[in-house]
């Protein structure tokens, strides 16, 4: 008996290792065909979105296909320019690039691309196609190896994501860019971010400092610090503690206008007050920062680390709103939440685009220790659900991480193609005269 229990473990010894040797095998040969999978085709779509055009005129997406028939997905957030020259920078990138690429060696193919035409500094435009481009490589990376990119990037940190959304008008027949009270009245304005903390929102954002401008910055007017502080006012009274108040600008204001407007917010005790001067000079926003008690935000329109290092060193903000359209892609935002961590920074990933960069931004947040707040467009649903065969999962103001593969969404081509942006516009469009007071 004892001969035969010896034999018997003798046979599952040599059953276990051979079992062991196919598994390697198997192994190999997997690790080997992941490994000569190249980059064959690129999709690209301009989608316009329809009203009520939350998020933005149009949305750039891209598809980049492997040999072998994996897909990643990719947005670009590049508003310089409209979306057909934009197409045609991406098609010129490809072609150069990355067609015939291992979508693996995403470091190598970045540094090439922002280095093209003895470059190597950021330029706005070429950093939202690579961006898209790097994006949809995570994507297929992702998908090839069967994990979540965040599962890539150091793992998951947060099993689900606080989030903010901007103060929509809901007026019937009323869009982003219609002339609604929710941007003019602080009345209506907190009547409609109590609907919002009813859905689950636990923070809103809101700008009553008046247009923008090519021709900023400038003095905020005396009516526009009265709205300003009664927006934030009215706003308070309304959800007292239950809500984070965000107080957006778009860079209109001189350094001493900044600090004029910041000393009329602060008793509000806002979350943060964001892009209060002009993105050029970090040393100026750094001065309103040294002079206010409230948090400065700031990073839509920045690219690479390069130009976030110059943020952190001269402290012009401890909370930064990369864009993962624009500021180089998924790795390039993960070193910059790295170097944010050193200073005691925080993130708060912007999004004025559509939802494949949410779905960027997500993979992101959810891996990063130093996460403070998402941007959403709303709750993720409507036109932006609609684009997506699996809409992002928001529940009661936070966004849960997905688990599938790659960024965890996939694009619906029909919806995409059913939509095309026929328009003349860019995706923003600042006044193009000096904004004067009153206004």
């Known amino acids: 008996m004892q001969h035969l229990h010896a034999s018997g473990h003798a046979l599952l010894s040599l059953i276990y290792s051979a079992c062991l040797r196919r598994a390697r095998v198997d192994d190999i040969l997997e690790c080997n065909r992941i490994s000569q999978v190249k ?8 989608v316009g979105n329809p009203p009520p055009r939350y998020g933005g005129r149009y949305f750039i997406f891209l598809k980049l296909v492997t040999d072998t028939g994996i897909e990643g997905l990719g947005e670009v957030y590049a508003a310089s320019f409209r979306p057909q ?27 090439n691309i922002y280095g093209r035409g003895y470059s190597q500094r950021p330029d706005i435009s070429l950093m939202g196609v690579l961006s898209g481009i790097e994006m949809a490589l995570w994507d297929i990376v992702g998908k090839a190896v069967d ?29 982003a860019y219609s002339d609604s009270a929710v941007y003019r009245d602080p009345d209506a ?14 923070a809103v954002k809101f700008d009553p400092a008046g247009a923008y401008s090519a021709f900023d910055p400038r003095q905020p007017s005396l009516e526009r610090l009265e709205l ?38 602060e008793a509000y005790d806002p979350l943060w007050f964001e892009e209060p001067t002009p993105p ?11 002079q206010t008690a409230i948090p400065i935000a700031t990073g839509e329109r920045l690219t690479t680390k390069y130009e976030f290092s110059r943020v952190l060193e001269t402290k012009a903000a401890s909370i930064l709103q990369m864009n993962l359209g624009r500021v180089g892609g998924l790795l390039e935002a993960k070193k910059i939440a790295g170097m944010a961590e050193a200073h005691y920074a925080q993130i708060a990933p912007h999004l004025y685009c559509g939802p494949v960069v949410g779905a960027a931004n997500i993979q992101l947040a ?21 684009l997506l065969k699996t809409p992002i999962r928001w529940e009661d103001g936070y966004v849960i991480p997905p688990t599938s593969p790659g960024l965890g969404v996939e694009l619906d081509e029909e919806v995409a193609r059913a939509n095309p942006y026929t328009g003349e516009a860019l995706h923003l469009v600042p006044a193009s005269m000096p904004v004067l007071a009153p206004d």
Not at 85 to 111: C, K, S, Y
Not at 280 to 290: G, H, I, K, L, S
Request: aromatic share 10%.
């Open 39 to 46: 980059i064959a085709e690129l999709k690209t779509f301009v």
């Open 85 to 111: 020259a934009i197409i045609a920078m991406i098609e010129d990138v490809f072609e150069l690039h990355v067609l015939g690429a291992d979508p693996f060696r995403i470091e190598a193919l970045w540094r």
């Open 147 to 175: 994990k979540p990119v965040h599962a890539l990037l150091g793992g998951k940190v947060h099993e689900r994501l606080r989030t903010y959304t901007y103060l929509y008008p809901d007026e019937p027949g009323s869009d």
């Open 189 to 202: 304005a907190a009547a409609r971010a109590l609907r919002y903390l009813e859905q689950g929102f636990t």
């Open 228 to 265: 300003s502080e009664a927006f934030c006012k009215s706003l308070r009274a309304a959800v007292g503690t239950s809500c984070d108040l965000l107080f957006g600008t778009h860079g209109q204001f001189t350094t001493s206008g900044a600090i004029r407007l910041a000393r009329r917010l």
């Open 280 to 290: 050029e000079v970090p040393e100026e926003m750094a001065r309103v920062a040294a």
């Open 366 to 386: 959810t891996c990063s220790p130093n996460f403070l707040i998402l941007e959403s467009i709303e709750r993720w649903d409507g036109f932006h659900a609609r």
